[in-house]
């Protein structure tokens, strides 16, 4: 059998090209599926909307928050027993004491009256959707914008302490420091003008349902920065310009 000079030049340049498929084909690695963009679902569903509210409340987007400000179960080692809210205003984060060296974490913003405040507290009122009043400074300060507001605003998404507030006491005297929600999600994890200790609004609604009433409650002012979040195991989903009331 005679094979032409053109004929055996093409089969050269159609297995050269067979080759050179193969080598590249053998230097790809098969990935699996790509892992979609954004928040973990978890997070999604944790921070969603809450539709049975008194006032329904819209998700939150949490796609620009850093994760360590969201809520989860961490290891965390402290002399206070287990129920215990301690307040670590210089980390942004707020912990309720749990057994076996845990604690529920969340992330806080700060306002002035939360970086004023230090030591013991008992949470000696709670309240859902509660009424605001400005103080009398602030009235004298920024009349205009507080002055309407001066008998207090009634309870609703816009009302600043959100939907839950716990309202912290020494003795039977009222330190002026509450917990509460917030309308300002992007300040969580911040040191803001005003207000105490806010939290995202479904951080205080789980908190409010974790902590009776005569919860001692400890605010630490002076802990070093922590430059690494700590280890977080993540914790199952269970059932359950801001300034304080005066």
Not at 13 to 22: E, K
Request: with cysteine; proline share 10%; charged share 20%.
């Amino acid at each position: 059998m005679c094979v032409s000079r053109n004929s055996a030049g093409r089969l050269a340049q159609l297995f050269a090209l067979l080759l050179a498929t193969s080598t590249l084909a053998a230097c790809v690695t098969t990935s699996g599926p790509a892992k979609p963009k954004g928040p973990d679902p978890y997070y999604v569903a944790m921070y969603g909307p809450q539709p049975n509210e008194k006032f329904p409340l819209d998700a939150i987007d949490i796609s620009k928050v850093d994760t360590r400000y969201l809520r989860q179960q961490v290891a965390y080692q402290t002399h206070e027993p287990p129920g215990t809210i301690v307040i670590d205003t210089q980390n942004r984060f707020l912990y309720l004491v749990q057994d076996g060296g845990m604690a529920m974490r969340y992330g806080i913003g700060v306002g002035k009256a939360g970086l004023e405040f230090a030591g013991d507290a008992r949470v000696a009122r709670k309240a859902e959707w509660p009424r605001w009043t400005p103080t009398q400074s602030m009235v004298e300060r920024e009349p205009e914008r507080y002055g309407p507001l001066v008998g207090g605003m009634e309870p609703g998404v816009r009302n600043p302490l959100g939907p839950r507030a716990l309202y912290l006491f020494q003795g039977n005297r009222d330190t002026l420091f509450r917990i509460h929600g917030t309308t300002e999600a992007w300040s969580i994890g911040k040191a803001v003008s005003s207000g105490c200790i806010r939290l995202f609004n479904p951080d205080i609604i789980d908190l409010y349902s974790r902590v009776p009433l005569d919860t001692r409650v400890v605010v630490l002012q002076a802990e070093p920065p922590m430059t690494e979040p700590a280890a977080v195991p993540m914790a199952s989903i269970d059932n359950g310009g801001l300034p304080p009331v005066y």
